[in-house]
Each structure stands twice: as structure tokens, then as C-alpha cells.
């Protein structure tokens, strides 16, 4: 066997001595020239053949490969290219015992043989078919694919389809699937079956392109597979499919708006065959309806003006409130409209094709579930839908019978006859008439009920723009145009609006009250209803009634004002004449108004207790106000009397008061506050007796008077904040303002004896107890705080403190936060929910007498929940003049609570 791979010895004999074996005679060696360089070539690709018929697939491998080289190298292509084809196969059939892997680029200098030397498609087809099996088996897909496209350049349309359709069935099956390649493969596959005039073949490939590319956002890919698609849904007469493609390149498009309009023209023609053909009316989807946007209206208002959430609350609050023998009615579904009253239905079309639309005809259909109704609902006869933008096509009626409405769709006429005239593109003369119908979730049901009272508000007239704080008023006509008698009138409004109605006669100082009592509650419960109950009892048909409006801007840079009034109708019988539940009805007002800058005022507050509680309460109008003229203020508080001070000759934008407990604070205790007569003080006239030396110095009064009297019977009963409503004016060239500012007066303490502390007392005499409160503290933060810690894991809150000084002495304070136990609320110490001090988290401070000291500390959370900032420990003492004071720890004063919230979390 070495002999024969060396060319050394013949293998006649061995032929020979097998044809006598197989029963013919051995014949004479030929002797033509040259064939002593041939046959040995020739009689090892034999003896190849019969070690792979022999299963000696090693044996084949080695002979093969020898024969591809030599028959190489002497020029006989076709055999060289069969034996590195057979070489490759024998090794394919060594699998998996092969040391090596599938060659596969003995298959391709095979297949280059074939192409490029001796030009024989059929040959290479075979050979590539046949490596395919072979790169099949072993999950070799992407070379198989390679191996393929080598021979999809032929002429021949039909056999180039179908080895690019296997080629995007080799990416498919890769072990990481090529989407992109398999759909694009495909494409390529769909246009050469279109060529070979193979139609179904040619929509399969483009169908599974479509899904791949449908979600990938390439919208010039889908534009191509659905004009393609429709044409040979076109040429194979299937107009639904045909209007479905057309469709996708109408509805939302990213060409050009030439190309748009060919679209559309080509998209109106085959709409056009298919209602020839099938006698029925095209289901449109353009222009687009933006169904969260249609709204039903009952008011002369804008198209598309929708009410919020907030008149809803509102009405159910009312409802449920004011409803007769309290009985609880629930909101029905749907819109309800009345028996001969204007309903508007704004439907909101969009165009997104950059062609303008014309539609004609449009008219809205509907069913009216009524016996013997003619209602007619008049249509749009012509309105031009521009590019690119969106409009409400509104329809008005007025339903003439009790029953229900259901509004399912549109039918209009769709061309392109009026579109710009600028466009090079033919335009189509075709105008179509179709339906657009509505999905059962966006189908509007109207509940007709019989006529009811009609409200209507006229000559009611608001500033557009009002100073922070500042009290605006306005007629207000109230008008009855329904058939029936409207009764039980009442106004409901946010706490926020800030707005009340009275009579035209009532005096501004009542409604200064009004506005301070509901900024009180306001504080107290944030996010109440105000409501005036009963305003009217009845209003006939016909009939009007004038009150006026007043309003405070409550809210900085745009307040808005907005109530309801709340109404029911007369008696109502049924059918059987039986009296039935009254039924209610509202009318809604909204109006928006910028605010300017207002009057703001810091307070200053020094109390001092003795016998009688009292304080002295300075209040600056602060740097950033507008200046006005202070004309007087009010008080809403029962334990507290007020006494004007200073006069405005003296300090003309600064007013001072002192206040003092009530002696009779406990007979008044129990009255409502509304029943309280509310503490007016003029700010043009003052204590005659008091004569100031300057604002400063009033930080210094003692209050000698409250410790020469006794003691108070009801000397350790709390004592409450009040507030106070500083009334203002301003008047310029242009406007006449009034309005009414608020200061919280909170820092009053406890009306318990406190016996003034001087600086050399000895601190172990009875007044330990008393050097256990000679300081309070305010803490000012926010008490909700939310942060994404995923993002910023640290959440670090400014925290600003006031320590008062509540005593006629100078104190020495030390605030150290750094040894305190910071848990969260409700937790123990060793709850992992704590929180830590960062920063300067000691402070020692020496207050002034009756003075105060503002400090800022810095709250460090690593996650979610509620604390306690009033964690820290302060301590105080008198300053001694001639020794160094013991630090005295001071009572803890409630908890302040804050959470803090994760954005990140999904609740």
C-alpha cells in the first residue's frame, strides 16, 4: 500500500485479479502515450470509490485526499473538484469518531471548480445541496448559508428563490437565531418568487418577514412589505387583504408627502374595487380617532374641554351630604343628558400623513333607544382635516325623549380633492364614502332623563390677576332657564379656592372673618369642602336671583376658583303617579388667576408667665413684600386678648400687641369657634400709655405687672396658638387692592408658673424643676420627603431648629445630636430603621434674654420609613458671673415625625 501512494508500484494486477474474481477475463494494459501517468491516478480514485462503498471511510478519506492533490496539480479540474467533494463526504462519515471537523473548504474549492472552471450550475447545485445535509446534521447553519448564497446570482428566478428562502432558514436555525438576516433573506426571497410570477410563495415569505420587522421600528422596511403585499393581494383578487396593507401605509407613514399621497390614491382606488365588488361600505381608519378625548359636553364650552377629578369629588361629596332624609345615591355610568336640552359631542380626529384630508357628509351614527323619537343629529357637510394635526369634529342635538343614546361611529366621504395644489403627484378624483365604527370599550352611552331646572351664571366678572392674600369680589346672577322649579340651592367649593357667596349688602369686615375662620380649619384639616347649605330654597322656571362672589388668592403663582352649586328638582312622580326621590343636578364654574407677590409678615414672639399668661408679638412686613397699608388685624382665639401697642406714626410697616390669657377662657370653652366673636383691633390707633423706645427694645419688656398678681385658678391648663388676619390696602394708578395676610402666633408655651430666673440663682433651690423648661425649640422640615435610593442611596435632609429663650436672662445652650438614639418611630434601638446625624452636629450658644437662635443640622437616612427628628438632647443653665454653670438637660419636647418615602418602590 506505501508502494502505491509513492507511484512506484502498479495496481494492474490487483484489478485484474478481481475481474476474474467477478467472472470476466482480465484485459491487455492500454499502451497510448501518456497513460502511464493517467492510470495511477485514475486506479486510486477506484480504489477511494470502493474503500467508501466498503464503509472504510479512513481509508477513502486518505485516498481522495491523494487524488485531489495530484489530479490538482496536473490540471484535471473536474476530477480534482469530485475528489475533494467525496474527501469532505468520507470525513462527514467519520462522524463522531473523526478527530478533525467537517472540511468545509474542500466543498468550497469544489463548488469554485464548478462555477468558475467548467461553468456547470447543475454540478455545483448538487454539491451544495449535498454539503447542506452535512452542515444540517452537525448545527453548522450559518456555513451552510454561506455555502448557499455562492449560488443565488443565477438568472433563473424561481431556483435563486428558493435557495435564498433555505439561506433565511439557515440564520433562523443558528444556535443564536439572526432575526434580522432570517427577515431580510426572506425579503429577498419574496422578490424573486414575485419574478418567477409564484404569487403565494412570494406573499408566505413576505408574511413572516412582517413579523419580524412589525415591532423592530423600521418603518421604511414595513412601508416596503405592505405595499408589496398589497399588490400581489391585489393581483391574486383579494381586496380585504389588498385594503389591510394599503391601509398600514396611510394610517401612520414616514415617507415623503409625494409618496403619502400616492399611497393614499392608490389605497382610494383599490377601496374603491373592493365596494364594486362586494357592494359594501369601506371600514376606514383614517384619519385616526383619539378616543381619550372625545367628551360629551352639556355647556357652551370649548370642543375637547373635559372637567377634572375634582369636580367629581366634589359633586359626590355634595350628593352625599346634602341629599334629602340621608339617603346615598350612586353616580350612574355613562353621560346624562336631559329631555330638550343642547348636547355637544366632540369627536377628535388626527391626521398623520403629511396630505391633508377633505371629509364630506360626516355624520355621527348612533341608536336612541326611545319610543317615538325623531331626533335628527345634523351632519358636517365638508371640513378639511390639515397634516399633521388633530381636530374635533363637534355634533349638536337635542334629544327629545327619555330613553338612552348609544354612539358607535362615523360615516363620512374620504378624498384628497382638496388638498394642496403645490403637490407634483396626480391626484385621485375619487371621493368614497365609508364608516369608521367604534369598539365596544370606546362606544358613548348617553341616559336621557325627563326635563329638569336649569342653572345658568352670568355677569359674574374675576380678576385675571391678584396679589398674594388679596380679597376680590364680583356679581354673581344666578338664573333658573329650565321648565321646573330648581330647589335647595347650596354652594360647594374646595378649601382651597378660598371663595364664599353672600348677599350684595354684606359688609367686608363679615366676609374678613369668614376668609380667617376658613384658613384656620384649613390648617387644622387640609383638603376640606366648604359648603354654604340652602342658600336658596327655591328658584321658579324663568326666574334669577343676584349674590356676590368673593375670593382670596390662597395659592402663589396661579389659584384657581372653582365650586359647584348644588340643586334639586321640584316633585316627580312615576309612571303611576306614585312621588318619587327628587333628583339633583349641578353647575360648574372655574376660573384661573396669576398671583403677584403679597404682604408677608415674620413674627417675633417673647412670652413671659406669671400670675396671667402673656406675650409680646412684634410683626415685621417682611423685605420681599409689596408695601401696602396695614389698616387693621383680627383674632380667632378664645383664651387670648389682644392689645394694640404702637401706632403707625411710629413704625408705619411694623405693628406690635400684647396678648393675654382670658380670664374667662374656661367659661368658653366648650363654644364653637364660628359662635366666638372674633377680636378686631385698628392699627390707626394704639396703648396711649406705652411709649416705645424702638422696636429692638421691646424684645426686653418685662412683664412686672403679670408677677404682682396671683395666681390663676386654672394655672397648669394648656393654652392653645392662635392666628391672627392682618388686613392690608393698596392703591396705586392702576388698581385699588385690598386684602387679608395671616400670622401664626405658635410659640405661646404652657400658662403654668414659671418664676423668672436670674443669672447667680442657686440651682439646687425649689426652682430645680422650673430650670428643666427654661428653653423651647421649634423644628422646621418638610414631613415628607421622597427619594429614589436606587439612583442616590443617601438621603440627606436639612433640618432648621429655633431655641427660645423663654426668660428675662441670658442662657448658656449646648445642643449635641451626636450621642443621641435616632430609631424610627415605633421601633427599638436596635431596629436597622435608624438614622444618623451628619455634619456640625454640636452647637453651644449663648441666648440673649427672651431671645432666640436659629441653627441648621443635617439628617442622614439609608432608607425608607418614619422618624423621630426630635431625637437630640439640649441642655441649658443661667450664665454665672463668677463660676462656671452646670448644664442642665431640658424637658423633651412631643415628637416630630418624618417619612421618608422610595420612588423606587411598586406598591
Known sequence: MNKLLNGKLYIEPLFARLKVFFGKAPTAPSSSPGS????????????????????????????????????????????????????????????????????????????DTYLNRTSDDYVALRCVMLSLECLSQQKLYPDAATQLLRLTNDENDLKCALLLEQVAHCYLRAKRP?????????????????????????????????????????????????FTLGRHFLSLNNFTEAITSFEQLVVKSS??????????????????????????????????????????????????????????????????????????IFKKKGFEAVENETVWVDICVVNNLDVTLSL?????????????????????????????????LTFQFQP???????????????STRNTDASFNAPQSSLELEGVQLFSDEHTMELTVVPAMPKLLVSNLFLPSTMMFNEIASSPLTIANVGPKTARNLSFVSPSQACCVVA????????????????????????????????LISSLAAGEEVHLRLWVQSSQLKQHKIEFVIYYEDGETFDEKGKRTDPRTRFLRYRHEAHVLEGVHFDPKVSWNSGGKSSALVIAHVSKDSSPSKLESFCCDSKQWLLQHLLTPPYVPQNFAFQARSSPDSRRIKNVREENYNIQWVNLQSGDKNFQPGGLDKLLNITFAQDHASSAPEDSASE?????????????????????????????????????????????????????????????????????????????????????FNQHNCTLRVTVDAMNSQNVAAGGDLLSSHSFTWVGKAFYDLELPPCGQHSIQMHAYFTQSGTFNINSFDVWATPVASNKQAQLIPQTRQPAFLLSVFNDADIF
Not at 502511464?36 to 485516498?63: G, S, W
Not at 439572526?178 to 418568487?193: P, S, T
Not at 403619502?260 to 382610494?268: D, G, S
Not at 376668609?515 to 354654604?532: C, H, I, Y
Open 178 to 226: 439572526m432575526l434580522r438576516k432570517f427577515a431580510f433573506y426572506l425579503v429577498l426571497a419574496g422578490h424573486r418568487f414575485g419574478k418567477a410570477s409564484q404569487r403565494h410563495c412570494a406573499l408566505h415569505c413576505y408574511s413572516s418577514a412582517l413579523q419580524v420587522y412589525s415591532n423592530a421600528g423600521w418603518r421604511l422596511a414595513l412601508d416596503h412589505i405592505y
Open 503 to 534: 348677599d350684595p349688602q354684606t359688609e367686608i369686615k363679615s366676609i374678613n372673618e369668614q376668609f380667617l375662620r376658613l384658613f384656620a380649619d384649613k390648617q387644622v384639616k387640609p383638603g376640606t369642602v366648604v359648603m354654604q347649605k340652602s
Open 360 to 392: 364630506k357628509d360626516v355624520n355621527l351614527k348612533f341608536e336612541y333607544c326611545a319610543t317615538d323619537s325623531k331626533m335628527v343629529i345634523p351632519a358636517i357637510s365638508n371640513i378639511l382635516v390639515k397634516a399633521l394635526s388633530k381636530q374635533y
Open 400 to 414: 327629545d325623549m327619555p330613553g338612552s343614546i348609544r354612539i358607535f361611529g362615523l360615516s363620512y366621504k374620504l
Open 36 to 111: 502511464r501517468t493517467a492510470e495511477p491516478l485514475e486506479q486510486i480514485r477506484k480504489v477511494a470509490d470502493l474503500c467508501f462503498l466498503c464503509q472504510l471511510y479512513e481509508n477513502a478519506y486518505q485516498f481522495y485526499y491523494t487524488a485531489k492533490k495530484d489530479l490538482s496539480s496536473e490540471g484535471a479540474w473536474i476530477s480534482a473538484a469530485s475528489s475533494s467533494e467525496m474527501a469532505a463526504l468520507s470525513k462527514f462519515m467519520q462522524q463522531p469518531r473523526a478527530q478533525r471537523s467537517y472540511p468545509t473548504q474542500y466543498v468550497d474549492s469544489a463548488i
Open 719 to 803: 393654652t392653645k396658638p392662635f392666628m391672627i388676619a392682618v388686613q392690608w390696602a393698596k392703591v396705586d394708578e392702576q388698581s385699588n387692592r385690598v386684602g387679608q395676610s395671616y400670622v401664626p402666633i405658635t410659640e405661646l408655651g404652657s400658662s403654668s408658673i414659671l418664676p423668672e430666673i436670674l443669672p447667680m440663682q442657686d440651682l439646687s433651690s425649689n426652682n430645680l424643676e422650673a430650670l428643666h423648661r427654661i428653653v423651647k425649640w421649634s423644628i422646621y422640615c418638610k414631613s415628607e420627603v421622597h427619594h429614589h435610593f436606587d439612583i442616590e442611596c443617601p438621603c440627606i435632609v436639612p433640618v432648621d431648629i429655633i431655641i
Open 255 to 328: 415617507q415623503s408627502s409625494i409618496q403619502q399621497l400616492l399611497f393614499l390614491n392608490e389605497y382610494l382606488e383599490i377601496a374603491n374595487r373592493y365596494k364594486e365588488t362586494f357592494k359594501e361600505n369601506i371600514s376606514y381608519r383614517i384619519p385616526s380617532i383619539q378616543y381619550k378625548r372625545n367628551t360629551v359636553r352639556f355647556e357652551m364650552t370649548e370642543p375637547g374641554y373635559k372637567f377634572d377629578s375634582e369636580f367629581e369629588n366634589l359633586e359626590d361629596i355634595a350628593r352625599n351630604r346634602l341629599y334629602p332624609n340621608g339617603l346615598i
